[in-house]
């Protein structure tokens, strides 16, 4: 199965290359990020997955998943 995986975060920068360099330097520093989890096959389904947590906690169907860039 296909699955579409979306990390959104908000930052501030000078520029959009700014921007994604800070990012970038997050993720290499920090472990501990959510993602939203998607089958691009069909299903409208959006589930929260957060690694931090137990296997059995750490998924969770989202309700109402408003994009930021739409």
């Known amino acids: 199965m296909n699955y579409k995986v979306v990390f959104e975060i908000e930052v501030e920068a000078e520029s959009p ?3 994604a360099k800070e ?3 997050m993720l290499n520093e920090h ?3 959510q993602y939203y989890i998607q089958s691009s096959e069909g299903s ?5 997955v ?3 947590e137990e296997d059995e ?3 969770l169907k989202v309700d109402k998943y408003i994009p930021m860039i739409k």
Do not use: I, K, M, Y
């Not at 409208?44 to 929260?48: A, L, P, Q, W």
């Open 17 to 19: 290359l700014d921007a």
């Open 50 to 52: 957060d690694l931090q």
């Open 44 to 48: 409208e389904d959006v589930f929260s």
């Open 57 to 59: 906690d750490a998924v």
């Open 31 to 33: 472990n501990n990020w």
């Open 23 to 25: 990012v970038q330097e």
